[in-house]
Antibody, heavy 122, light 108 residues
Framework: QVQLVESGGGVVQPGGSLRLSCAASGAASRLTFTSSAFHWVRQAPGMGLEWVAFIRSDGSNKYYADSVKGRFAISKDNSNNRLSLEMYSLRSEDTAMYYC???????????WGQGTLVTVSP | IVLTQSPGTLSLSPGERATLSCRASQNTRYNYVAWYQQKPGQAPRLLIY???NRATGIPDRFSGSGSGTDFTLTITRLEPEDFAMYYCQQYDKSPPWTFGQGTKVEFK
């Protein structure tokens, strides 16, 4: 089982930028990370889950929710077991807990990090 | 695909049976529906995938069923640690991957 730990959240002004990271660790984590696709999922305060972005294991395909397309960029560094989410032109509606999640297969989220909180506020 | 969960809140006592519903706006091929449990302040945890397959380490009091557009998560005998929020998710016609709005199982 791979452990995922997010970092990089914080308070940012509207229009600002932030970079989130997700580090993978645990037994066989390098092989698991390299061979796995990953997602970012967010949850606004008191609200439900919203899928944000996806990246294939080798980084060859990336998909984004319409709400973040053109403003967010997902990337994967297999040599360092690290997933990232670059967020630009942040809006108040981007305020949420952001989770990275490993894709077991076809879009089943079988491992989740503990989340990192992003607050967009003047 | 839009997923609609019902009821919004389920008020039950430990030992009772919980039945949670998830309805999809379109037919799902291969029953590509998963269920997650989320407790306050924690990340979601995968319970069920493929509509009826329990994830690793999930107790057998949790079971999933359904096909097409109607899916059900059943908890046969509620334990105190089962009182939480539950989300269904589809991974059939994706992206985007979509979640239901959640059902809260609370103490009666």
């Amino acid at each position: 089982q791979v452990q995922l730990v997010e970092s990089g959240g914080g308070v940012v002004q509207p229009g600002g930028s932030l970079r989130l990271s997700c580090a993978a660790s645990g037994a066989a984590s390098r092989l698991t990370f390299t061979s796995s696709a990953f997602h970012w999922v967010r949850q606004a305060p008191g609200m439900g889950l919203e899928w944000v972005a996806f990246i294939r294991s080798d980084g060859s395909n990336k998909y984004y929710a319409d709400s973040v397309k053109g403003r967010f960029a997902i990337s994967k560094d297999n040599s360092n077991n690290r997933l990232s989410l670059e967020m630009y032109s942040l809006r108040s509606e981007d305020t949420a807990m952001y989770y990275c999640a490993k894709d077991r297969n076809f879009g089943i989220f079988d491992s989740w990090g503990q989340g990192t909180l992003v607050t967009v506020s003047p | 695909i839009v997923l609609t969960q019902s009821p919004g809140t389920l008020s039950l006592s430990p030992g009772e049976r919980a039945t949670l519903s998830c309805r999809a706006s379109q037919n799902t091929r291969y029953n590509y529906v998963a269920w997650y449990q989320q407790k306050p302040g924690q990340a979601p945890r995968l319970l069920i995938y493929g509509a009826s397959n329990r994830a690793t380490g999930i107790p057998d009091r949790f079971s999933g069923s359904g096909s097409g557009t109607d899916f059900t998560l059943t908890i046969t005998r509620l334990e105190p640690e089962d009182f939480a929020m539950y989300y269904c998710q589809q991974y059939d016609k994706s992206p985007p991957w979509t979640f239901g709005q959640g059902t809260k199982v609370e103490f009666k």
